[in-house]
């Protein structure tokens, strides 16, 4: 199967991951593990309930409340040197973080599985910290994938149209209003 990502993100695919092809017709790839090789973080805030987007981007993007500032400054500091694997509909948005702090961007190309995303990932940066930064239907896909979870909760308690309410098992940061 050839790739046939439209551009700018074939051209991103490209650059970014090793092997042109699937790993079922790539001969360099047939080698690679199956399952992940590498730790994966699943990264994420969401509101009391759950709320994860609004209208193609964060629900409160237009709050800058002190716990909303310090979680994008906190994303910006865990993730830095990191390879961010982010889904379609969140990476439209996101191209800017490319390259800065040392961060990789990677689409999560659903013609791959996650296991060979990651190995492809963990065979072109081995040292690199890996990250799914989402959406919704991208932390879903990976939820058996990751190896770790940094889920923020914050007090965020208004309008979405996006929900990733099976994240709240796995919270590990609760931030007060
Ligand atoms: N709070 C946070 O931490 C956080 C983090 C990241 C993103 N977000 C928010 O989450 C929302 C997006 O999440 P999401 O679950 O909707 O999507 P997503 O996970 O960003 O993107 C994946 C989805 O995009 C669609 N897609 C894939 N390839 C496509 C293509 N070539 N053309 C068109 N669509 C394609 C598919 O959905 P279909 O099968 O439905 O087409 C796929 O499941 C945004 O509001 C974003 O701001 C929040």
Redesign the pocket.
Known sequence: MDLNVRPPLHAALDRRLPGRHPASHDPAARHLPESSVTDITLI???GQQGQ???R???PWKSNWGHAYRADLWRFRETTTGGVLI?????IQGLWGLDGTHDRDLVE?D?RWSPDEIAARIAKRWPERPVFV??????YRRWLDTVTAFDVTRLPYDGEAD?HAEFLLPHVTLEVAA
Request: hydrophobic share 50%.
């Open positions: 994420a805030a969401i994860l987007g609004l193609g981007e964060l982010a889904g379609y509909r969140t999560d659903l930064i989402g959406g919704a239907k991208t996006v």
